[in-house]
């Protein structure tokens, strides 16, 4: 398995309050992704990168932001949380060994009160 | 209409029986992602194929191209499939994924 990590695992927050959570991937990955998923919804793509410094928005981007300024580690930050954001968030980054196969983190529970 | 449709969207079987997933999408795509989520648990890539057939273990995982539909198929099923199952496509030899909603499957003892 590749190793993708994501911290926190959990979080608890109030609305207007920054959230930051990490994604982190051992494996020099170029492509990795963060999503969104919500009951009655796919997983839904939010930012994605296709290098150091290279981002770009996905489908539900609005209220996020990403840094990516190290291979390894994958960014997403919600500058003022709303009750909207809560929702369980995955990383995932795509293999080099099988082009196109897809890693997933364990993913983030976000809860914002 | 979402892009990718599955069906159904939940399924019980007993332990021992042959399920089917179904997949359906309406757009070109370079390859499709079959993925598994246990409850609470992260997601792990089962398949991606862009044509004909593959197997692993009692997974089998099929996709027509011309039709535009994919199935994955578990022979001998057994609880701890037990899961959601979620069919993705890709358009692009790197390109953004679009998921469909996920099958839940329950497999009682």
């Known amino acids: 398995d590749a190793g993708i990590t994501q911290s926190p695992r959990h979080k608890v927050t109030e609305t207007g309050t920054p959230v930051t959570l990490r994604c982190h991937q051992t494996?020099?990955?170029?492509?990795m992704y963060w999503y969104r998923q919500d009951p009655g919804h796919g997983l839904r793509l939010i930012h994605y990168s296709y290098g150091v410094k290279d981002t770009d928005k996905g489908e539900v981007s609005d209220g996020y932001s990403v840094s990516r300024s190290k291979t390894e580690d994958f960014l997403l930050t919600l500058e003022s949380a709303t009750s909207s954001q809560t929702s369980v968030y995955f990383c995932?980054?795509?293999?080099?060994?099988?082009?196109?196969?897809?890693?997933f983190g364990e993913g983030s529970r976000l809860t914002v009160l | 209409k979402n892009e990718v449709e599955q069906s159904p969207q939940n399924l019980t079987a007993q332990e021992g029986e042959f399920i089917t997933i179904n997949c359906s999408y309406s757009?070109?795509?370079?390859?499709l992602h079959w993925l598994q989520q246990h409850p609470g648990g992260g997601i792990v890539s089962l398949f991606m194929l862009s044509s004909g057939k593959k197997k692993h273990g009692r997974l089998i995982a099929t996709i027509n191209i011309q039709e535009k539909h994919s199935s994955l198929h578990i022979t001998a099923s057994h609880p701890r499939d037990s899961a959601v199952y979620i069919c993705a496509v890709g358009r692009g030899s790197q390109g953004n994924l679009i998921f469909g909603k996920g099958t839940k499957l329950s497999v009682k003892p």
């Open positions: 757009v070109g795509i370079s390859a």
């Open positions: 494996e020099n990955h170029r492509y």
């Open positions: 995932a980054s795509v293999g080099t060994s099988k082009p196109g196969e897809l890693f």
